[in-house]
């Protein structure tokens, strides 16, 4: 689709107009997206002649993004993150970095589970999500994290230090940024009711506070879920 075509890559071209996809517009369109260079983007929707709805929809699908969810427990984070999940292509990982030590924990780690269709992978890793990044990172459309705060308190009890936890988590924003597929990260903000009484409890609000403005600079988008609510705090105006 350059200026200087030898006739070979001419006759090639002449031919594309007359082709008639006996997929979809939108499925060809996707297919072109991740085949093609993004100067030849303009070219590929001329040419399969797409709605602006439809385009729009393959730009985004182009898009590499990192996104962010932060919210209180139970104001709709995971439901939210699912949700936005579906406009990414597939396959789509669900990194879960829960354990269940107790029987509560054990019955919200089921619920979450139901609540996710069978479009996802779920992948359960409390602590070395990085390698696991690593391993299926070029695999995958899309890596639904969820959620930092508990990987935070499992990297704590492992006997991590402030230092090596917020250089891990630079190491995970950077291996975001190098690997093809989309994230969503989930997390939980803490710190806004009263100063806890004990160390470790004021440790763990402190890192965590630290870690969620490393993710939120990097991030694309970043929302805040109130009341089942996103309040988008960075990115488009729309999602």
């Given amino acids: ?17 007359d082709f008639k996809p006996r997929s979809s517009p939108l499925k060809v369109g996707v297919f072109c997206f991740f085949t093609a260079k993004k100067a030849e983007i303009t070219e590929i929707l001329k040419f399969l002649s797409l709605s602006p709805r439809r385009s729009q929809r393959l730009k985004f699908l182009m898009a590499k993004k990192i996104i962010f969810i932060t919210g209180a427990v139970k104001s709709g984070k995971s439901q939210f993150a699912l949700e936005m999940g579906k406009k990414f292509p597939a396959p789509r990982a669900f990194l879960a970095t829960a354990q269940a030590f107790d029987r509560e924990m054990a019955e919200r780690i089921r619920r979450h589970k139901e609540s996710r269709s069978l479009e996802w992978e779920t992948i359960e890793e409390p602590v070395q999500i990085i390698g696991l990044v690593k391993e299926i990172g070029e695999k995958v459309g899309l890596i639904l994290i969820d959620c930092l705060t508990l990987w935070i308190s499992n990297l704590l009890m492992a006997g991590w230090t402030a230092e090596k936890i917020l250089t891990e988590t630079d190491n995970l924003l950077q291996l975001c940024r190098q690997t093809n597929s989309s994230f969503i990260l989930v997390s939980n903000e803490v710190g806004w009711g009263i100063v806890p009484e004990n160390e470790v409890a004021r440790f763990f609000r402190d890192v965590t506070g630290i870690v969620h403005q490393k993710i939120a600079q990097e991030a694309d988008e970043v929302y805040l879920m109130v009341c089942g609510l996103p309040q988008r705090l960075k990115g488009p105006d729309r999602y």
Avoid: A, I, R
């Fill in 1 to 17: 689709m350059g200026e200087n075509l030898d006739p070979s890559e001419g006759k090639k071209e002449e031919n594309l107009q």
